[in-house]
């Protein structure tokens, strides 16, 4: 028998859930590549392995389709609070899922036993360049100007929301080239841990449009952590209120920096199919 997964999505961005209490996963990283080809496997922005928790009732691991790990997902979390909870895994609307970037508190919409968004605590941001990290200076990384390995230069704002994150903010984020901009600014050597690549535009102070290069998956249809991320870059230079709505290509989240000083995401999860990786 074969490897039993489920897509589910995040406004497009996908991933496929496997139980490891069902499913023997020997090789993460390895499976991760394969699974999720476009061309040559399921097709997904990588894989998440729902597992029993150490201090909590659940943990997540993240691999991306290029294999590495990552920290944390935002759409991923919302995915994740579905899957358990439709699948009778927990019967509460309200817990807490372990990543590797710490402890995320999830809080469930429910209509007829089916989550219809998800709110989750994506814990308080980080801005000090050491913490994004980025080689440098102390301080802020704002609207720092950095040059390309082709003698282009753009501003980028930093932050970490348990992962990290780049901001470039431009006049049109869905015209901006993601395959030629975004691998140069991910594997800049300012990163030693490579980054996240976000491109925002701001409509106003309540709403702003954003395209995210994935650091380990490339272009994704969308980010709950890239939107937290270009949210709180956006607040710290100004441009937009606590509460902004991130339009992403296939519908919105609600990010709010809330006055407990911690970052809430706020959208839905999709449920595609569910099938069997031959293994």
Same mark, same amino acid.
């Given at each position: 028998?074969?490897?039993?997964?489920?897509?589910?999505?995040?406004?497009?961005?996908?991933?496929?859930? $496997?139980?490891?209490?069902?499913?023997?996963?020997?090789?993460?990283?390895?499976?991760?590549?394969?699974?999720?080809?476009?061309?040559?496997?399921?097709?997904?922005?990588?894989?998440?392995?729902?597992?029993?928790?150490?201090?909590?009732?659940?943990?997540?691991?993240?691999?991306?389709?290029?294999?590495?790990?990552?920290?944390?997902?935002?759409?991923? $979390?919302?995915?994740?609070?579905?899957?358990?909870?439709?699948?009778?895994?927990?019967?509460?609307?309200?817990?807490?899922?372990?990543?590797?970037?710490?402890?995320?508190?999830?809080?469930?919409?429910?209509?007829?036993?089916?989550?219809?968004?998800?709110?989750?605590?994506?814990?308080?941001?980080?801005?000090?360049?050491?913490?994004?990290?980025?080689?440098?200076?102390?301080?802020?990384?704002?609207?720092?100007?950095?040059?390309?390995?082709?003698?282009?230069?753009?501003?980028?704002?930093?932050?970490?929301?348990?992962?990290?994150?780049?901001?470039?903010?431009?006049?049109?984020?869905?015209?901006?080239?993601?395959?030629?901009?975004?691998?140069?600014?991910?594997?800049?050597?300012?990163?030693?841990?490579?980054?996240?690549?976000?491109?925002?535009?701001?409509?106003?102070?309540?709403?702003?449009?954003?395209?995210?290069?994935?650091?380990?998956?490339?272009?994704?249809?969308?980010?709950?952590?890239?939107?937290?991320?270009?949210?709180?870059?956006?607040?710290?230079?100004?441009?937009?209120?606590?509460?902004?709505?991130?339009?992403?290509?296939?519908?919105?989240?609600?990010?709010?920096?809330?006055?407990?000083?911690?970052?809430?995401?706020?959208?839905?999860?999709?449920?595609?199919?569910?099938?069997?990786?031959?293994?």
């Amino acid at each position: 028998m074969g490897i039993v997964f489920t897509k589910l999505h995040g406004l497009g961005n996908d991933y496929h859930f $496997i139980d490891t209490e069902k499913n023997t996963v020997a090789d993460p990283p390895e499976l991760s590549r394969r699974m999720s080809h476009r061309h040559l496997g399921a097709g997904a922005d990588g894989i998440i392995l729902v597992m029993p928790g150490e201090a909590h009732e659940f943990k997540m691991r993240i691999f991306n389709a290029d294999g590495s790990e990552a920290e944390t997902c935002g759409n991923g $979390i919302r995915c994740f609070a579905k899957y358990v909870y439709e699948r009778g895994m927990t019967d509460k609307t309200e817990f807490t899922i372990e990543t590797l970037a710490g402890p995320n508190r999830v809080t469930l919409t429910t209509e007829n036993g089916k989550v219809i968004t998800v709110r989750s605590n994506m814990g308080q941001p980080k801005f000090e360049r050491a913490e994004i990290p980025m080689i440098g200076d102390a301080g802020r990384v704002m609207e720092e100007p950095i040059t390309l390995d082709d003698s282009r230069v753009f501003n980028i704002t930093c932050a970490n929301i348990g992962n990290p994150h780049a901001v470039v903010f431009v006049d049109d984020a869905t015209k901006i080239s993601l395959t030629d901009i975004g691998p140069r600014i991910e594997n800049h050597p300012s990163f030693p841990k490579r980054t996240n690549v976000e491109f925002v535009n701001v409509i106003d102070r309540d709403n702003m449009v954003m395209r995210i290069w994935e650091r380990g998956s490339g272009i994704t249809m969308a980010s709950g952590s890239g939107s937290c991320g270009s949210a709180l870059a956006a607040m710290i230079t100004g441009r937009v209120n606590r509460r902004v709505n991130v339009h992403l290509v296939y519908g919105a989240l609600a990010i709010e920096w809330a006055e407990d000083g911690c970052v809430y995401q706020e959208g839905p999860a999709t449920e595609a199919y569910t099938g069997e990786w031959p293994e």
